[in-house]
Structures are given as C-alpha cells and as structure tokens.
C-alpha cells in the first residue's frame, strides 16, 4: 500500500503564501512513492481582521488530526502585537506540544554571508530549542497596572520533564550518524541560578547515558561571540525557549540569512509543524521577490521527519543546486524570481 500523508497547509500572511507555493511545487517534485492529501488551513492576520477569529478551537483540533504541518508566516501590521504571536502561534506549538524547536543552521555553497571568513565547514550545527516553557509560558501579571507603582512580573517555567526531554532529543541527535557527537548546553548559569542550575543538573545526568557524546557548556553571551568566531565549535547546541529565539536569528545570520532559515516545531510522537523562521515581510509581500528556500528547507525537515529521507535528500540537493545558482539569498537580489527559485530547487532535486 502506498503511503499516504495528510498535510495542513498554513500559507499564512504577508509573503508566506507565496513561499509556502513553492515548498509545495518542490515536495511535488520529488514525491515518489507516497501521497499527499493537502488541508488547507485559513489563519493568520487577514483572517483575524476580517473574522475578529485567531484559532478557533475546531480548527486547532484538525491540525491536531493531520500527519504534519507546514506554515508560511502569519503577522500583520494592522494587528496588535502578541495576539498572533500568542492566540496562534505559541498556541498551536503549546497545545500540540511540539516542544522541540529545531532549527539547523548550514551554510549551503556559494551563499554569501555576513561572515566572509567562516567556509562551509565552519557552519554546520543545530540548535535545539526548548519550545512548551520558559519565559515563554506566559506565566506573570501586572500589579498596579498603569500607575508610579506598577509591578510586571514575567516569569521562566522550567519543569523537569520538559528540560529532561528537550535535553536528551539533544542527546539522540548528536548520535545521529550526521552529527559530531557534541552537546553544548547554552545558559546563563551564572545568573539564571536556579533554571540554569537544573538544566546543568540534567545534561550531567543524561550524558552518563551517552558515553560517546562529548558535552559542552558555554554562556549565552559568550554563544554569541563563538557563533561569529568560531561556529565551528558547536554541534549540537540545546538551549532554552528565549535563548533559543536570539541564538537562532544570529544562526541565521551566519548562514546567508532569514531567507534561508528553516525550523520545526516538533512533537517526536504527534504532530509537528515546519516553517521558515523569518517573518511575513510585508515589504516584499506579492512582489515574487522573497527567498524560498526557508520554507523549501522547512519541506525538507517535515518529508524527513515523515521518514520520507529520500525525498528530503532529493530537496537538500536541490537547494545546493539553487544556491550555486543564485546571486544572493536576500529579498529583492536573488537575480531570478520567487517561482524560479523554486523551479531551480525542483531542477537541481530531480537532475
Ligand atoms: C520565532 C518567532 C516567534 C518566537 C514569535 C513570532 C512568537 O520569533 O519563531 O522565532 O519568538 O518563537
Ligand atoms: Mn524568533
């Protein structure tokens, strides 16, 4: 019997549309072997203006039925801060506890980028963020909102299940054949004397069970230093929700930027949902002029976390073809088009 996958598709706001268009000309491409049935999902911004509705609860229970999910941007400029951000997308990662966030930072050939210096083997690591807690929980308040006195309270949840099971999908990844067997922990254990505290407890105690994985620690400021100087010493970095947040638009940065960023929210035993980590760009929004390739390379992680590698090598090919092809990885200088971006990927994926 044939595979069968049921994708929710999340095209979003502002530029995600049209990203989201192309990862599914490429999934098109190389799918061999298995199905898709697609479920198109309409949220986001637009939606929220137009309806006054961010997720209703029906439709949250669908993505919850679907094999995988893959989201272009949602965000708008006429929609206050935070609803989105919270009502939709903290929300779907919260209640589908996809509680890692995955975001692998390569350097493709012939990318330029910030960091002349670093080659291609310089930047190949992956940072695995914790995505269910944290500064993230939404836990605090206000006390005397709004006048000489007001106290706001926004505090870091950290449980020890979900540090444990953040840090040991850090540990299995590091054994992974592709990998280089190191684990950084990236903290602030220096100041953050309790939520560090447990996090350095807890990859001390699992790394007893991975003799042949090397563990590290680094301050996350220090991090920030070491991504730009030395990137090649990290391998696998696990860090928590806020942290994971910064390091990654820096990861991107040093990888050819956001236009080649993407990331995964995983469940490792239910639904997961892929993305390109950069925002809506309303700039560009309907224009053919944003970069694909975070969200062909979201495509890439959701085929491979459906076990379907081939199909996920076949994209990984064909985005080194395209990058060797492209005069930029920036918005607006690519030297071709949204489309043709991706026609390059299908190009390189099927040669
Ligand atoms: C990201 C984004 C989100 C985050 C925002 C939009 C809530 O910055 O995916 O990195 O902070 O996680
Ligand atoms: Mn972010």
Redesign the pocket.
Same mark, same amino acid.
């Given at each position: 019997m044939t595979r069968s996958y049921r994708i929710g598709v999340l095209p979003g706001d502002g530029t995600g549309p049209e990203v989201v268009r192309e990862g599914l000309k490429v999934m098109e491409a190389v799918r061999q072997g298995f199905d898709v049935e697609l479920e198109e999902f309409d949220l986001g911004g637009e939606r929220y203006l137009r309806t006054g509705e961010v997720l209703p609860d029906e439709e949250l229970a669908r993505l919850g039925e679907m094999d995988a999910i893959f989201l272009g941007a949602? *965000?708008h400029p006429d929609v206050v801060p935070g609803i @989105?951000?919270?009502d939709l @997308? @903290?929300r779907i990662?919260f209640e589908l506890d996809q509680y890692v +966030?995955l975001r692998p930072v390569v350097r493709y050939p012939g990318v330029q980028t910030l960091v002349p210096s670093h080659t291609e083997d310089d930047v190949n690591f992956v940072v695995v963020r914790e +995505?269910s807690e944290g500064l993230?929980s939404g836990a605090g308040g206000f006390h005397r909102k709004c006048t000489a006195h007001e106290v706001a309270v926004q505090e870091s949840i950290n449980t020890r299940h979900g540090v444990e099971r953040i840090v040991r999908y850090a540990f299995e990844l590091a054994m992974r054949p592709d990998r280089r067997r190191t684990v950084t922990l990236v903290h602030k254990t220096n100041v953050l004397t309790y939520a560090g505290d447990l996090y350095q407890r807890v990859v001390d105690e699992v790394a007893t069970e991975y003799p042949k994985v090397q563990t590290d620690y680094v301050h996350v400021d220090a991090a920030c230093v070491y991504l730009l100087d030395m990137p090649s010493r990290f391998d696998v970095i696990v860090t928590d +929700?806020m942290f994971g /947040?910064i390091i990654? /638009?820096l990861g991107a940065m040093i990888q050819g930027g956001m236009g080649i960023a993407a *990331?995964g929210n995983i469940n490792p035993r239910g639904v997961s949902m892929f993305?390109p980590?950069g *925002?809506t760009a309303p700039d560009h929004a309907g224009k053919g002029t944003i970069n694909p390739l975070a969200a062909i390379g979201a495509m890439e992680m959701l085929l491979s976390q459906l076990s379907e590698a081939e199909a996920a090598g076949r994209i990984d090919a064909g985005i080194r073809f395209a990058t060797t092809k492209m005069a930029s990885m920036r918005a607006g200088e690519m030297g071709c088009s949204t489309p043709e971006v991706g026609d390059l990927v299908a190009e390189g994926a099927t040669a």
């Open positions: 949602v *965000g @989105l951000e919270r @997308l @903290l990662r +966030n +995505n993230y +929700n /947040d990654t /638009d *990331g993305e980590i *925002g």
